[in-house]
């Protein structure tokens, strides 16, 4: 059985046993939209809950626009023109551009090139979230859990701001987009860590496809409003990266509606759990390494029976990465039991510990074998994942030792479907 899974911008065809059991669960394809541009117009124009932008903003403004940084597949050389072109009776001097990076690395200036298109990087100040300057966050607030908000200052001075993303299932905050542009995207590092700490992390909320009633969630909206948001523009994608829907207006509203559509179309039911689970992490540029792949590792885990095994492919163009603490966390542990205890200890608080916090939860679950061009065989070992060469091989011996009967779920473009078990409760 031959099938392509995700991988990198080229994909990845694997040949799998014929004599075995194998369902492939994917999101029902969405056709892209006619004319992206007409679409994003239309929405802009005729908003979710607040006025057409070009109403909101006063000529004298000086207006903030968010988008995604390079890990994500949100087509900001599409979206961030229409913007711009709604707002051109404004000096390009009054517009500032936010990268939401988050505690990511800022982008290169050729990757700001390839997500923005030259005229924009020409004609436009361009702002990269540095989680660890302090100097250039303010606070605005508590929240209801005692977080302290820090956000970028040059954003909150900013008169109007403009939330821009693209709504996707994620592994712990429910879906990305909405708020999540302003927290993390623009927050200073301690906001982010207690956000992101071990106990919402362990939270049966934090998951998949759950916004409301998610500690995660619901803490970067109440965050997000501190801000002060006039207006977002969010988007959802099919496989080819193309524009199926445009959500824009009010920040709560408009990222409800999205949510909505990409839930109906991404969250696919399972009758019971498998012995093997192949997953991908929904190619280039969410594979891009991989702390990025833990999340087609959760989509696994969801439907993989305990004890049994996730084999999961990335291409990791860039490998681990060195920066942040991610791979810190893992080289200063021995197994991945003492990693969690690690994260779990009282008033522990380090970069990228919940990407580590999930990981070792996955590998109590289940042995992970892990497909990569770009990684070498100690650095998979490393983060206590087992090296795979040949997806189709690995298949074959897992069949040996698990039996003929051995149920097998493919999931081509990994987290991009909330795969879930019919038995077992699930939160709409």
Known sequence: MEIKLAYGKTGLEVTLPDDVIVDIIEPRYVEAVKDPVEALCDAIRNPVGTKPLKELILPTDTVGIV?????????????LPVILEELSFLPAGNIMLFNATGTHRSST????????????????????????????HEFIGTTKSGNKIRIHKKFLNCDKKILTGFIEPHFFAGFSGGPKACMPGLAQSETIFRNHNAINMDSANATWGKTYGNPVWDEALEAAKMAEPTFIV???????????????????????????????????PAEEPYDIVITSNSGYPL?????????????AAQIVKKGRSIIAAAECRDPMPEQGGFSQLLSNADSS??????????????????????????????????????LSDQQIIDA???????????VRML?????????ICVLPEGPQTIAYLKTKKTSK
């Open 337 to 374: 039991e003492e990693l969690l205890a690690k994260v779990r200890s009282k008033g522990f608080f380090m970069q990228d510990m919940w990407q580590a916090q999930i990981l070792a939860l996955i590998l109590q679950k289940a042995d992970v074998y892990f497909y990569s061009g770009n």
């Open 384 to 394: 206590f994942l087992r090296p795979c060469h040949d997806i189709g091989e690995t």
């Open 109 to 136: 200036d050729a990757e700001l090139q390839g997500m923005l298109g030259d005229d924009i990087v020409k004609n436009y100040r361009i702002i990269q979230n540095d989680a660890d300057d302090k100097g250039s």
């Open 287 to 299: 594979d891009l390494n991989l702390y990025q792949s833990v999340k087609g590792m959760s989509a």
């Open 234 to 268: 969010n988007v959802s994608l099919n496989r080819d990266k193309k524009i199926t829907g445009v959500f824009a207006g009010e920040l709560e509203k408009a990222h409800a509606g999205g949510t909505a559509f990409v839930k109906e179309n991404a969250m696919v």
């Open 67 to 79: 988008f995604s940084d390079i890990t994500r597949p949100t087509p900001n050389d599409v979206i």
């Open 399 to 407: 069949v040996r030792k698990h039996g003929a009967a051995t149920r």
